[in-house]
């Protein structure tokens, strides 16, 4: 388990605390949830077959084609998020709610009196495609490591002379580590470049917070056409907006006194990105029979160019001199790096349904091949060769599932859906079952022109994460339970 811990690689603490870009990085960027408008949503998202929703433009640009008259809304959204983590046999929660903008869109269509095309529609639409708003707190007692054998790992190497401030050959990790008292040398003599925990003899309890905040979001611009009311397609051009604000806080506390010299210490690693990109869309939809529609779609990598920039900060209660307490108050320097991600293709398929006008069921299948994800440099051909090659080989081909349910009373419509999301994970790694399911529901009212509607989606997934890893030694990863509730609104005018 030791030679393969580095590849259990969902600890965004290791991974920005070395300030190296990885397999997450590309993972998060590549996944998408549930989000859209209420009608969307609340069908699970299964649209690929159905289209006239300015949410389903963003999966199959076909839908475009299918709206009969020009069409704008708005959705907002209230996001309530859960996360209870196990760790060292202790359990904990925290929560985070916020408020988005998760659709605001606008399709335009232009009618043919004669011939088979039948009309010529455009659209423009904003939709947010994740939400990384999420708390997470773990606590508990380790008996076997703490974060500061982390920082004395990743000091080996370097010589006690070059710990001094301002040296060049040290960084800032193990600068503000030793300063702060946390590690020590194994010798005094001017060869040692081998450390340790001022502490590792003894246990110790941690506390680890984690705050996330941002999103991913796509600007889409689309055309599509109507053949003969049973051919439609569309071509779509997608932009994303990313930012993503990431701060994890590891505090360990003596808390049973039995540590000489030390009181606690907190760890706290600040880490921001914001990034663009871009994408292209085609898609088909055909109407089979009056009661039945096929629909596919096929979406390119993104081209995502991110900017990263991060600093960590490292606090102490210790007395060095082992007569009185001190307090050490240590930051790094700002760091910054730019970088690309080529994420993976899409490709959908789906099935609709309608019965007698009244209902409609629809299902969906999404391919995603993970692994064929990637990280590029400006400055090296070979900078990211190594994690290139953990995405080969960690992540899995991902297969993603939605089914959509819609039934029609009047000028009320009734409506519930189930979304899968498979791990992306293979099945040699800890979190190969992290699939995150959605049960979803609404109700919408038609007034004419103007229309209605509600949802909301329940959210579940569970995976491993860690507070640090160790070449040297076996670190007790937790497991977050994390449960998320939408509610969404759309207000919708036709003209």
Same mark, same amino acid.
């Given at each position: 388990?030791?030679?393969?811990?580095?590849?259990?690689?969902?600890?965004?603490?290791?991974?920005?605390?070395?300030?190296?870009?990885?397999?997450?990085?590309?993972?998060?960027?590549?996944?998408?949830?549930? !989000?859209?408008?209420?009608?969307?949503?609340?069908?699970? /998202?299964?649209?690929?077959? $159905?289209? +006239?929703? @300015?949410? *389903? #433009? =963003?999966?199959?640009?076909?839908?475009?084609?299918?709206?009969?008259?020009?069409?704008?809304?708005?959705?907002?959204?209230?996001?309530?998020?859960?996360?209870?983590?196990?760790?060292?046999?202790?359990?904990?929660?925290?929560?985070?709610? !916020?408020?988005?903008?998760?659709?605001?869109?606008?399709? /335009?269509?232009?009618?043919? $009196?004669? +011939?088979? @095309?039948? *009309? #010529? =529609?455009?659209?423009?639409?904003?939709?947010?495609?994740?939400?990384?708003?999420?708390?997470?707190?773990?606590?508990?007692?380790?008996?076997?490591?703490?974060?500061?054998?982390?920082?004395?790992?990743?000091?080996?190497?370097?010589?006690?002379?070059?710990?001094?401030?301002?040296?060049?050959?040290?960084?800032?990790?193990?600068?503000?580590?030793?300063?702060?008292?946390? #590690? =020590?040398?194994?010798?005094?003599?001017?060869?040692?470049?081998?450390?340790?925990?001022?502490?590792?003899?003894?246990?110790?309890?941690?506390?680890?917070?984690?705050?996330?905040?941002?999103?991913?979001?796509?600007?889409?611009?689309?055309?599509?056409?109507?053949?003969?009311?049973?051919?439609?397609?569309?071509?779509?051009?997608?932009?994303?907006?990313?930012?993503?604000?990431?701060?994890?806080?590891?505090?360990?506390?003596?808390?049973?006194?039995?540590?000489?010299?030390?009181?606690?210490?907190?760890?706290?690693?600040?880490?921001?990105?914001?990034?663009?990109?871009?994408?292209?869309?085609?898609?088909?939809?055909?109407?089979?029979?009056?009661?039945?529609?096929?629909?596919?779609?096929?979406?390119?990598?993104?081209?995502?160019?991110?900017?990263?920039?991060?600093?960590?900060?490292?606090?102490?209660?210790?007395?060095?001199?082992?007569?009185?307490?001190?307090?050490?108050?240590?930051?790094?320097?700002?760091?910054?790096?730019?970088?690309?991600?080529?994420?993976?293709?899409?490709?959908?398929?789906?099935?609709?349904?309608?019965?007698?006008?009244?209902?409609?069921?629809?299902?969906?299948?999404?391919?995603?091949?993970?692994?064929?994800?990637?990280?590029?440099?400006?400055?090296?051909?070979?900078?990211?060769?190594?994690?290139?090659?953990?995405?080969?080989?960690?992540?899995?081909?991902?297969?993603?599932?939605?089914?959509?349910?819609?039934?029609?009373?009047?000028?009320?419509?009734?409506?519930?859906?189930?979304?899968?999301?498979?791990?992306?994970?293979?099945?040699?790694?800890?979190?190969?079952?992290?699939?995150?399911?959605?049960?979803?529901?609404?109700?919408?009212?038609?007034?004419?022109?103007?229309?209605?509607?509600?949802?909301?989606?329940?959210?579940?997934?569970?995976?491993?994460?860690?507070?640090?890893?160790?070449?040297?030694?076996?670190?007790?990863?937790?497991?977050?339970?994390?449960?998320?509730?939408?509610?969404?609104?759309?207000?919708?005018?036709?003209?």
């Amino acid at each position: 388990m030791k030679s393969n811990i580095r590849l259990l690689v969902l600890s965004l603490l290791v991974v920005h605390s070395s300030f190296a870009q990885n397999l997450d990085d590309a993972l998060r960027y590549s996944r998408q949830g549930l !989000n859209g408008t209420s009608r969307y949503v609340s069908m699970g /998202g299964a649209f690929g077959a $159905l289209g +006239g929703d @300015l949410s *389903a #433009i =963003n999966n199959n640009p076909a839908a475009v084609g299918v709206f009969l008259y020009s069409e704008l809304n708005i959705t907002p959204d209230f996001n309530y998020t859960t996360s209870k983590a196990s760790y060292l046999g202790s359990n904990a929660s925290d929560l985070k709610f !916020n408020f988005n903008l998760d659709n605001l869109g606008f399709v /335009g269509s232009l009618k043919i $009196l004669e +011939g088979p @095309l039948k *009309a #010529i =529609n455009y659209g423009f639409t904003y939709k947010r495609t994740s939400n990384f708003h999420q708390n997470i707190y773990a606590n508990g007692y380790n008996n076997s490591n703490t974060v500061t054998d982390y920082f004395a790992e990743q000091t080996n190497g370097t010589y006690i002379s070059d710990l001094d401030e301002g040296n060049e050959y040290a960084s800032d990790l193990s600068y503000d580590a030793y300063n702060a008292y946390l #590690i =020590n040398p194994t010798n005094l003599s001017d060869t040692n470049t081998i450390y340790v925990s001022m502490y590792n003899q003894n246990g110790i309890e941690q506390s680890i917070y984690q705050q996330t905040t941002g999103y991913n979001s796509e600007y889409t611009f689309s055309v599509g056409f109507n053949y003969n009311d049973q051919l439609y397609g569309g071509l779509a051009i997608g932009f994303n907006s990313v930012r993503y604000v990431y701060r994890t806080t590891i505090e360990e506390i003596d808390s049973k006194n039995q540590i000489d010299n030390f009181k606690q210490m907190e760890y706290e690693d600040n880490f921001t990105t914001t990034a663009n990109g871009y994408n292209f869309k085609l898609g088909l939809i055909y109407k089979i029979t009056p009661w039945l529609r096929f629909g596919t779609s096929f979406q390119t990598p993104n081209v995502i160019k991110l900017s990263d920039s991060y600093y960590h900060v490292i606090k102490s209660s210790v007395s060095p001199d082992g007569l009185s307490y001190k307090n050490y108050n240590l930051r790094s320097g700002d760091g910054a790096y730019d970088y690309k991600i080529i994420t993976p293709m899409r490709l959908m398929a789906g099935l609709g349904f309608t019965i007698d006008k009244k209902a409609v069921i629809s299902m969906e299948y999404e391919y995603v091949e993970y692994r064929t994800a990637s990280l590029r440099s400006y400055y090296s051909a070979s900078e990211f060769s190594d994690a290139n090659r953990d995405i080969k080989d960690f992540l899995a081909a991902g297969h993603n599932a939605k089914i959509g349910l819609e039934y029609r009373l009047g000028i009320t419509s009734l409506r519930a859906g189930f979304n899968y999301l498979g791990s992306p994970y293979s099945n040699s790694q800890i979190n190969k079952n992290a699939y995150t399911l959605y049960y979803t529901g609404g109700i919408g009212f038609n007034f004419n022109n103007i229309y209605i509607d509600m949802a909301y989606a329940l959210g579940n997934s569970s995976y491993y994460q860690y507070p640090y890893l160790l070449k040297q030694a076996d670190v007790q990863p937790y497991l977050v339970d994390k449960t998320t509730s939408q509610f969404l609104t759309t207000i919708g005018i036709r003209f």
